[in-house]
């Protein structure tokens, strides 16, 4: 794992500005260093700079789906994990194509508790709470993350 300040660098992409830049917060909250991007295009463009240990990404985008910056990320960075969420039926038609090109990302559905989010990555990322500076258990349990009620 490359580690961006000691700390895991985490790509969170998602064309709605309110859940990119909640989900960066969140995770910045918990240890990682998060970078928010709402046009996946410039997380690209950001990936060439600097490849995330992790991609998080929405499904279903303008420009360009997730499911191709999944596999181009994947192409150019396989040590990049990469977890997609969606809330829209038409998803299932995007992995289906993505698997038969032999890409099988994992997949959270929309809404996803923090709770969930977390716990999703630090089994992808094979790290515990207490490898992630400021990651703590107790209040990944809880349901008030960063002084924001979600």
Not at 10 to 21: A, K, L, M, Q, R
Not at 107 to 112: E, G, Q, R
């Amino acid at each position: 794992m490359s580690l961006s300040k000691g700390k895991p660098l985490v790509f969170v992409v998602d064309d709605e500005p309110i859940i990119s830049s909640t989900v960066a917060m969140i995770l910045e909250c918990k240890g990682f260093d998060a970078k928010s991007f709402t046009n996946p295009i410039k997380a690209l463009a950001a990936a060439c700079l600097q490849a995330p240990d992790l991609l998080i990404s929405d499904v279903v985008m303008p420009e360009l789906s997730g499911v191709d910056l999944a596999i181009y990320v994947k192409g150019h960075y396989p040590d990049c994990k990469v977890l997609l969420f969606s809330g829209q039926a038409a998803t299932a038609d995007m992995l289906v194509a993505a698997r038969a090109l032999g890409h099988d990302f994992e997949v959270l559905s929309k809404p996803v508790h923090p709770t969930d989010l977390l716990k999703r990555i630090q089994s992808m990322l094979e790290v515990t709470p207490a490898l992630v500076p400021g990651g703590d258990t107790e209040r990944v349990n809880e349901f008030e993350t960063c002084g924001v009620r979600v």
